[in-house]
């Protein structure tokens, strides 16, 4: 069945065949004059004139290059192409009262999804009272049973979780999925912000802007409160699979931010359930690991027997308590797109609240209802797999062809489990600097978690823009930029 979840009269109506809405404007009101919170930005924008606009993006973008910030789009699974990270230098802004709304909820629902993990890797009470189908657990992708009864430090799963939220066309914003595992990101979010200010010192001038930049000293903490020893002088590595990983600038960032070593693989070694750093000086007991290594890939005693990115015997130097490891192995299931239609139930069953943020519409491939509708209406519908993310797997139904559907139809009758359909949603839109003009582009914003201890929401986050016209993928790797994100403090 369709999992609505109160959705907006916008979306209910595309999924009743309706034609597409408009889609918010972030910055313009209804009667095309910008809202009040843009104002005197706007104004600065008319009295300089839009060829400042032009040399300002200009010296954006030879900072970026200048500082080495890229990312990497595949062409193919074998061969990477390293780009400067695209950037549009007018700011989106948030209110102080929308993000007050917007902290409380992002709040809630990760409180909630750790109770789900700790929930579902001991007890299983939610299974076992039919909230949530245990088949959809069982049959997930990323449920590891071999982590079953162990116990994180802190009970804490869900250390570092970025959730993309949209707007929908009548502007509330809505959850478009969780990303539970090894979320990116934050890296750029703050390189936007030093490149903002550097470049535009004037904007700032006008506005009173809450930070980002102590990002790395808010994770530095919460990975020091997670460590077995105590906080006072634990050793912390940032785990990467190496240099040819698509975030690997984001790993060296914040590995060099936080003043803590970098290290792959081979640069540790389990010795009686305890997890060493090999130095010059000898080994070096470990505390706490912050990977960035999926769980596949991370112990190859326990999971692939043929990785050589991860650790082996580091389940067992987590299962004995002796070292923490941010995210928790098992985190994925979380934020598999199929279980994410329940988190609202999720909400109501572990904290007695209604929900904050509502999710968008959709539709389970395991359910014969659901799948007939959407097979029936392909064109209208974004299909995901459920464990993909980065844009891949992903069928936009507006923009298919015939034989794409016919594609996308054989893999959901071979493995409905592996996917899931949501109305497509007027993603909202904000005005760009591209090529001497400004035009308005799709956009989606990406908020920035971390639990220690407490949960703490960075005021701010990486939002991210479908440079392309008319595109509602905003995902770097499939040609999508970012912005600068500013959460005023009053």
């Known amino acids: 069945m369709l999992r609505q979840f109160q959705s907006s009269g916008a979306v209910q109506a595309q999924a009743n065949?309706?034609?597409?809405?408009?889609?918010?404007?972030?910055?313009?009101g209804d009667n095309f004059r910008p809202r009040d919170h843009y104002l005197p930005m706007w104004e600065h924008i008319q009295t300089t004139g839009q060829q400042m606009l032009g040399t300002k993006a200009h010296e954006a973008h030879l900072a970026l290059h200048t500082e080495g910030v890229t990312f990497t789009v595949y062409a193919n699974e074998d061969e990477g192409i390293e780009r400067v990270w695209p950037f549009d230098i007018l700011p989106r802004i948030i209110t102080a009262p929308e993000w007050t709304m917007l902290e409380?909820?992002?709040?809630?629902?990760?409180?909630?999804?750790?109770?789900?993990?700790?929930?579902?890797?001991?007890?299983?009470r939610i299974l076992k009272d039919g909230v949530v189908p245990p088949e959809l657990i069982y049959r997930g992708k990323d449920f590891r049973r071999e982590i079953m009864d162990i116990d994180p430090p802190h009970d804490i799963y869900t250390h570092i979780s970025g959730v993309d939220l949209i707007r929908d066309e009548e502007g509330r914003y809505l959850v478009l999925e969780d990303n539970l595992r090894t979320p990116s990101g934050v890296s750029y979010m703050i390189e936007n912000r030093m490149v903002e200010r550097r470049i535009l010192p004037e904007f700032f001038a006008r506005y009173k802007v809450r930070r980002v930049e102590h990002y790395p000293a808010l994770l530095l903490q919460a990975l020091r409160f997670l460590a077995p020893r105590g906080p006072d002088n634990a050793t912390i590595v940032l785990l990467t699979p190496g240099i040819f990983n698509s975030a690997y600038f984001e790993?060296?960032?914040?590995?060099?931010?936080?003043?803590?070593?970098?290290?792959?693989?081979?640069?540790l070694v389990c010795k009686n359930d305890k997890v060493y750093l090999k130095t010059t000086h000898g080994l070096r007991r470990v505390d706490v690991i912050y990977r960035r290594v999926d769980d596949d890939f991370l112990d190859p005693l326990v999971f692939r027997s043929d990785s050589a990115l991860g650790v082996a015997g580091v389940i067992d130097a987590w299962r004995a308590g002796n070292v923490a490891l941010v995210n928790a192995p098992g985190s994925g299931i979380a934020d598999d797109k199929a279980v994410y239609a329940y988190v609202p139930e999720i909400i109501r069953y572990y904290l007695g609240e209604s929900p904050i943020l509502q999710n968008v519409p959709t539709y389970q491939m395991t359910d014969h209802q659901d799948r007939a509708y959407v097979l029936d209406n392909m064109?209208?519908?974004?299909?995901?797999?459920?464990?993909?993310s980065g844009g891949y797997g992903m069928?936009?139904?507006?923009?298919?062809?015939?034989?794409?559907?016919?594609?996308?139809?054989?893999?959901?009758?071979?493995n409905p489990r592996n996917y899931i359909a949501q109305p497509v949603v007027q993603l909202s839109r904000h005005i760009c600097?591209?090529?001497?003009?400004?035009?308005?582009r799709h956009l989606d914003?990406?908020?920035?978690?971390i639990y220690g201890d407490g949960i703490q929401v960075v005021p701010g986050g990486l939002t991210r823009v479908a440079l392309t016209k008319g595109s509602l993928v905003v995902n770097s790797s499939q040609g999508g930029g970012s912005k600068d994100t500013w959460v005023l403090a009053d």
Not at 379 to 388: G, L, P, Q, S, T
Not at 395 to 414: H, N, V, W
Request: proline residues 3%; charged residues 25%; without cysteine.
């Open 445 to 449: 914003l990406r908020p920035f978690i």
């Open 433 to 440: 600097y591209l090529d001497g003009e400004l035009e308005s």
């Open 251 to 267: 790993h060296t960032f914040l590995a060099k931010e936080m003043g803590v070593e970098l290290a792959e693989g081979r640069d």
């Open 395 to 414: 069928l936009m139904g507006p923009s298919s062809t015939a034989s794409q559907r016919a594609e996308f139809a054989k893999k959901i009758a071979d």
């Open 379 to 388: 064109e209208r519908m974004v299909i995901k797999a459920v464990a993909e």
């Open 17 to 28: 065949g309706a034609g597409p809405a408009m889609a918010y404007h972030e910055f313009y």
């Open 104 to 124: 409380a909820g992002l709040k809630q629902r990760i409180r909630a999804l750790n109770l789900f993990l700790k929930d579902l890797y001991h007890g299983q």
